[in-house]
């Protein structure tokens, strides 16, 4: 009787970090996930979006989801089959939850405010799932299905 090795679905590639929740977590984010992208075998034009989202959403999980001495987490899932790439950004205020950005933007003189025009510009589906007990996990698509 001969055993087989279970192999792994090559199809479906998963990263994830835990991250401090600070502006060089946010950054250290954007350079793995533009580091993971780019091992895997993902077009130049979805790395380059996905690193864009990667860096608001980490940047608002630092300066609005932030807890003092709790970590962000980033992860990244591509499925090769699907065309999917989904990118999730978990942090520690479930109660401070995104909302849909209006049509008119924030004020011209505004310093902020633009992250969730861009998530929207740049991601074909993205939105806001509770993360209990007392967290939220922002995420973002780029193809598959609904594209």
Known sequence: MSATTPQLNPAVHTFAQLLSSTRRGARLARLLAAEQLRAWPVSLGVTERAEQIV??????????????????????????????????VTDARGEHLPSPPADCGPPLDAESGRGLLLISALADRWGVEPYPPGGKTVWAQIGGPHS
């Open 55 to 88: 860096a608001e959403l980490a940047a608002n999980a630092a300066l609005h989801g932030r807890v003092n001495s709790r970590d962000f987490r980033l992860a990244l899932t591509l499925d090769t089959t699907a065309g999917l790439l989904r990118i999730a």
